[in-house]
């Protein structure tokens, strides 16, 4: 039968996730992650005495997730409505009957499939950390290969003043290592065991219900809480709204970066063969691919993440109506985020920048992107309005005439009065006015290099 998922379509095969992060959180892997879980709980129990030492043994020796009827798993899931009871069933059925019994004993179905997930979330947390400091390295050159590349800042889409592309960039690569920073946070307060029972109680377990937690994280390489968290779900949800930070941030990049290449701009593009991004219209253009995927998908999964709000509450002590949701979006969130990176990292290693267009673009306004630093001359020699106006003017007639600002500047005899040619000229150039731009990629750069040493 052919796929129903985009995820797992032929056509798009890795182009919305990434095959480590597929691999992590597909049927497979979901299930693996059960059956560790089990194999946890059985080898914790026997050690504790809760279940016979060679009933432990035997679970361990013996139950596989390769062995699963996956097919006969549906069924048992779609008459009950959780996968673990025919999970559990199947299990016993691996093991020698002597010891059948005590698979999945005194626990219950959110034990399992929470603390899975959380086996699941580490090792996703670890493959989107990977790939954001793979997105930063390469970041990181463009602002050192670009430190000092003067072009023009824009703000509401419009000429505002120079600045350097290396500037630019330093500010992307200072939200990434927040974002680190807070996936390191969240990742100490996500990993940790789901184990209370029916309602939190560990009552099944009594007396050893919360040694039996503490040692089962430890067999897991995982912390606990002291309570429980089965119906509280804010873990989840900021994990789930760091990942869609991230993607804000990714969509934001790619869409910056995808005007700076539009036609009218041309200050970038990305490489690529001869086919790449044509259109099957117009033999001219090569559409930015990497960029628009870049966004496209962090899109997508700041969307999803978003989702973990709406679901997070849950009535009482548990609430499936909202967390069968989770098994849907959490998932979803670390795929699209992981194909976010993917494309945003490929568009950074495809970007040819054009120097010269750069600074072609600062002149198209004829030099009226030095207007606060010609304001800010004047003011030192008369008074801050006095030196406006004649800004103000001196922009008028730049407009009327098409004349280059400092050429209109020096036939105005307010300002020859106070300035000379040669120092309107002088001011005039933007390669001067782009202030701590430098210092700041350096000073960027080097707390990243800190960060890093940090480990």
Not at 35 to 43: F, G, I, L, Q, T
Not at 143 to 151: G, I, N, S, Y
Request: hydrophobic fraction near 45%.
């Amino acid at each position: 039968m052919s796929p129903t998922s985009i995820f797992d379509w032929t056509i798009y095969r890795h182009m919305f996730d990434t095959r480590a992060m597929s691999q992590i959180f597909n049927e497979s892997g979901t299930a693996e992650a059960w059956v560790e879980v089990e194999k946890a709980v059985a080898r914790t129990q026997g050690k504790l005495g809760i279940i016979p030492e060679d009933a432990a043994s035997a679970i361990c020796a013996q139950i596989s997730a390769a062995q699963l009827d996956l097919e006969q798993l549906h069924e048992d899931t779609v008459d009950v409505g959780r996968p673990i009871v025919g999970l559990a069933k199947q299990l016993a059925e691996q093991v020698e009957d002597a010891h059948a019994m005590w698979v999945h004993y005194g626990i219950t179905t959110y034990d399992i499939m929470d603390t899975g997930k959380v086996l699941q979330f580490r090792d996703g947390l670890n493959e989107i950390r990977r790939q954001l400091m793979a997105y930063r390295q390469a970041l990181m050159n463009l602002a050192r290969e670009h430190r000092d590349t003067v072009m023009i800042g824009r703000t509401n889409n419009m000429h505002a003043q120079p600045q350097t592309f290396g500037g630019k960039i330093a500010v992307w690569i200072e939200e990434l290592l927040r974002h680190e920073e807070r996936l390191d946070a969240v990742r100490q307060r996500i990993q940790v065991v789901q184990f209370g029972g029916a309602v939190g109680t560990l009552a099944s377990l009594s007396p050893d219900g919360l040694k039996f937690r503490e040692s089962i994280a430890e067999a897991l390489g995982l912390g606990t809480a002291l309570s429980n968290w089965h119906n509280a779900r804010d873990s989840v949800t900021e994990m789930s709204l760091c990942l869609g930070n991230i993607c804000t941030t990714l969509a934001r990049i790619a869409q910056n970066l995808n005007s700076l290449g539009s036609t009218e701009i041309g200050e970038i593009s990305e490489t690529g063969g001869a086919g790449r991004g044509r259109s099957s219209a117009m033999a001219h253009k090569r559409n930015p691919r990497a960029a628009e995927f870049a966004e496209s998908v962090a899109r997508l999964g700041r969307q999803r993440a978003m989702g973990m709000v709406e679901v997070a509450g849950q009535e009482h002590d548990r609430c499936g109506g909202t967390w069968i949701a989770e098994w849907m979006l959490v998932p979803e969130t670390f795929l699209l985020t992981a194909g976010a990176l993917q494309w945003a990292l490929d568009l950074v290693q495809r970007l040819d920048v054009h120097v010269d267009r750069m600074r072609e673009n600062i002149d198209l306004m004829n030099g009226l992107a030095l207007t606060e630093r010609f304001t800010l001359e004047l003011a030192k020699r008369m008074s801050k309005f006095e030196a406006r106006a004649i800004l103000d003017k001196a922009c008028a007639d730049c407009r009327v005439t098409s004349l280059p600002l400092a050429d209109v500047l020096k036939d105005m005899p307010e300002v020859l009065n106070v300035l000379s040619a040669e120092e309107v000229d002088a001011i005039a150039e933007p390669e001067t006015y782009t202030g701590a731009a430098a210092e700041i990629v350096d000073n960027v750069l080097a707390a990243a290099a800190a960060h890093d040493a940090a480990g």
